[in-house]
């Protein structure tokens, strides 16, 4: 009897010591990534927009095929007063104004929003969620739809941790406050200028074949890229003045324009809609640089007038007619070259064989005599 009482106990023993060494297993076991993940359900290739709100201000970023683009929806009285009820833009949205996106800064967000994990528990006080500003007033919202216009979540980023690139993060409909390192915060913003790509225009200036800079008060510069051909191998690669006058071009100054020309990017984009053309400086530009191309397609850079103390001057682009770029002063100096500057004077050398002229002595002071005095 007693053999079996011990036998009984000692099942019971085995089975309580399995117990507790699979609860720990349980208690200590890592959760998943995938459980990890803020937005399970979110795929970058799939995405299709997302909307940044900001205080008072909110950008929506829309996929149109294989390119993104800042989209201004016509605001219905609902969307102005709450951007979070605005729907998600859909390539087929015929209401909307589209602004090419900073293909860096819309990958740099897709990316952030992949690797959103919930790393660290913080809070799940619905009270301190000011304190961590992930609340609907302090909090950066954001929320991302698939190619289905479908949100696939949104969420709320606060304020920094300790360290600067940890931000405190709250799921939209969760209490819980999670600190997350990756420096979420600075790469999303509300305000849609910050979304859109910087490029005032942008061409290969391998293919440039003529130059034509027109200043407002000296007239214009022709120049014409010269290269060997099959029928004549004697001519030289480099850039010749076609007008006002033939002369050769210094090479090394047209490089630097077609630098700075072929990539020109802008500091700021004007929003004043109410500014005339004239108030900006185009009915008389200060400026027209246009290049022409192999394929005969012309680029055109106009600039107007200086804004302000700014260090910046207005400038428009057939391209983009309804928009008015900013451009810092140092491109505008860079691109604003008249004849004498890009014409290659051949440098006179002295001779150091050739005899020295002689420079002619100085004459000399007459030194007037005073007449003896007769003694007395």
Not at 32 to 44: A, K
Not at 256 to 261: C, M, P, R
Not at 292 to 307: H, I, M, P
Request: hydrophobic fraction near 40%; include cysteine; proline fraction near 4%.
């Amino acid at each position: 009897m007693k053999m079996k009482n011990l036998s009984t106990l000692a099942i019971v023993l085995v089975v309580l010591i399995g117990i507790i060494v699979i609860a720990n297993q349980l208690q200590n076991r890592k959760p998943s990534e995938q459980s990890l993940v803020f937005l399970p359900q979110f795929s970058e290739a799939t995405c299709s927009a997302i909307l940044v709100v900001e205080g008072k201000d909110s950008a929506k970023i829309a996929k149109t095929g294989t390119n993104w683009f800042v989209v201004s929806p016509k605001a219905s009285a609902q969307a102005a007063a709450s951007p979070l009820a605005q729907p998600a833009a859909t390539a087929t949205s015929s209401s909307s104004e589209e602004y090419p996106a900073d293909s860096a800064a819309v990958q740099t967000a897709l990316d952030k929003i992949k690797n959103l994990k919930k790393d660290d528990l913080i809070s799940q006080n619905a009270q301190k969620q000011t304190e961590l500003e992930v609340d609907t007033l302090k909090g950066i919202f954001v929320e991302a739809w698939n190619d289905k216009g479908k949100s696939v979540g949104a969420f709320y980023i606060g304020k920094n941790g300790a360290n600067w690139d940890s931000h405190f993060i709250r799921e939209k409909g969760s209490n819980d406050v999670y600190l997350t390192t990756g420096s979420v915060r600075f790469s999303f913003f509300g305000d849609k200028k910050r979304w859109k790509d910087k490029t005032v225009i942008k061409f290969d200036k391998s293919f440039v074949k003529s130059i034509r800079i027109a200043r407002k008060d000296s007239g214009q510069v022709e120049l014409v890229k010269t290269a060997p051909t099959p029928a004549d191998t004697s001519v030289k690669e480099g850039w010749l003045i076609a007008g006002p006058e033939k002369t050769k071009a210094k090479k090394d100054k047209v490089e630097e324009i077609l630098n700075s020309f072929s990539k020109l990017q802008t500091v700021d984009f004007e929003t004043d809609t109410a500014i005339t053309a004239d108030s900006l400086g185009f009915t008389k530009p200060q400026l027209v640089v246009s290049a022409t191309l192999q394929s005969g397609e012309t680029k055109t850079v106009t600039f107007g007038k200086k804004k302000g103390t700014t260090g910046q001057l207005w400038v428009k682009t057939p391209e983009n007619a309804k928009t008015i770029f900013l451009v810092a002063e140092y491109n505008f100096n860079s691109l604003n070259q008249g004849i004498a500057a890009l014409k290659d004077v051949p440098e006179v050398k002295k001779d150091a064989n050739a005899p020295h002229a002689k420079v002619p002595a100085a004459p000399k002071k007459e030194t007037k005599v005073k007449p003896a005095t007769k003694k007395k």
